[in-house]
C-alpha cells in the first residue's frame, strides 16, 4: 500500500494548497518541499537564477528523507519533482510513491506567480521550470487532476485516484 504522495509541478500550480487540503482531509502527515531548500538554492532563485541538477540533489535528499520519515503514517509532501531522475531519486528512498499533479495552462500559472506575495520563486524563473519538466509516466502511480478546479474538487479527484491506485481504503 503507498502512505506517500508527493504533490509535484511547477512553482504557481498549487501545490502548497493542494498538498495541505489533502493531508487534512486524510489525517496523514505534510511536509513543504520549499522547507527542504539549503540556504544557497533559495538565495539562487531569489536572484532569479535557476538551479541546476546538482543544486536540487541535497533539496531532493532532504524531501525523501523527511518522507521517508513519515511514510508508515501517511505523508504528503510537495515537491516541484519535474524530472523523472527527481522523482526517482524519491522512490528509491521512499519506496511506493504516488505523483499528483495540477494540470494548468502556462498563462494561468504566470497570473499565479504574478499575484503571488512572499515567495522566493520569481515568475521570470516559470519558462525555464516548464522546459525541465518531464511528465510522469504510467508507471510512476501518476494522478493529474484539473488545477482550475476548486481545492475541494481536486482533492476529490485525488482521493478516488488514490483509492483506485490502492494507496487508501
Known amino acids: 500500500m503507498i502512505r506517500a504522495v508527493v504533490v509535484m509541478g511547477v512553482s504557481g500550480s498549487g501545490k502548497t494548497t493542494l498538498g495541505l487540503a ?5 489525517g496523514w502527515h505534510y511536509v513543504e518541499a520549499d522547507d527542504q531548500h539549503p540556504p544557497e538554492n533559495i538565495a539562487k532563485m531569489a536572484a532569479g537564477i535557476p538551479l541546476t541538477d546538482d543544486d536540487r540533489i541535497p ?3 532532504n524531501v525523501a528523507n523527511a518522507m521517508a520519515a513519515l511514510k508508515d503514517e501517511g505523508v504528503i509532501a510537495t ?10 531519486l524519491i ?3 521512499v519506496g511506493a ?24 520563486m520569481p515568475a ?25 478546479a476548486p481545492v475541494d474538487a481536486q482533492v476529490a479527484e485525488a482521493i478516488s485516484a488514490l483509492k483506485r491506485l490502492a494507496t487508501i481504503a
Open 124 to 148: 521570470s524563473l516559470l519558462d525555464s521550470q516548464l522546459a525541465s519538466l518531464e511528465l510522469p509516466g504510467d508507471d510512476e502511480n501518476a494522478i493529474f487532476v484539473d488545477g482550475d
Open 91 to 93: 522512490r528509491d528512498r
Open 22 to 26: 489533502l493531508a487534512e482531509r486524510l
Open 59 to 61: 533539496f531532493l535528499t
Open 97 to 120: 510513491v504516488a505523483f499528483l499533479m495540477q494540470v494548468l495552462t502556462p498563462e494561468a500559472l504566470r497570473a499565479r506567480m504574478k499575484h503571488r506575495e512572499g515567495h522566493f
Open 79 to 88: 515537491c516541484s519533482a519535474l524530472k523523472r531522475s527527481y522523482r526517482d
